[in-house]
C-alpha cells in the first residue's frame, strides 16, 4: 500500500471512533490499539480462524476484487469480517458472534499489527466493506469443505 492509501486508511477507520483524534494517539503512542463501536460505519462477523482464514481466501480469488477489511485476533483464534452495518442480524451458527450498535471491536491502525491483532487486508479508505452474500457463500463453502477434512485429519 502506497503512503496515501494508509493514510486514507487511518482516516477512513478513525472516522468510527468517538474521537477520531484521540484514536489516531492511541495508535501511534498508546498500546496501539484502539476501542471503536460497531454499528456505525461497519458491523464485524468474527468467526473461528480456521474457518475464516478459509473463507478469505475463498473470497481472494485472482480476477475478482480485494475483499473488504479483515482482522485476525491470534490469541482468541478468530477473524474478523468487517461488513455494511445491517438493521436486522441474519448470521446464525456454531463460533459465529456479529457486533453490531452497542459492541465494541479493538482494532490495530491499519498499518501495523498491535498485540495479537493484525489486519489480513486493511482499510484502504474507500469505505469498502465485504459483500455480506459473498461472505455468506464463502463461509458455507469454507464450512463444508471443513466439515470433509475433518475425519481425514483427525479433528
Known sequence: ?????????????????????????????????????????????????????????????????????????TAAGRVGFFLPPARSVGWAGAGLRYA??????????????????EWLVPPDGTGTLHSPGALARALRQASGALAVLAPLCGR
Request: hydrophobic share 45%; net charge positive.
Open 1 to 73: 500500500m502506497t503512503k496515501t492509501m494508509w493514510t486514507r486508511g487511518v482516516r477512513w477507520l478513525a472516522a468510527a471512533a468517538a474521537d477520531p483524534r484521540s484514536c489516531t494517539g492511541d495508535w501511534d503512542h498508546g498500546e496501539g490499539i484502539a476501542l471503536m463501536e460497531a454499528g456505525r460505519l461497519w458491523d464485524v462477523l468474527s468467526v473461528p480462524d480456521r474457518l475464516g482464514l478459509f473463507a478469505l481466501d475463498l473470497l481472494w480469488r485472482p480476477g475478482t476484487p480485494v475483499p473488504g477489511p479483515t482482522l485476525v485476533d
Open 100 to 117: 453490531t450498535k452497542g459492541a465494541w471491536v479493538a482494532v490495530p491502525p491499519p498499518y501495523r499489527p498491535a498485540r495479537f491483532l
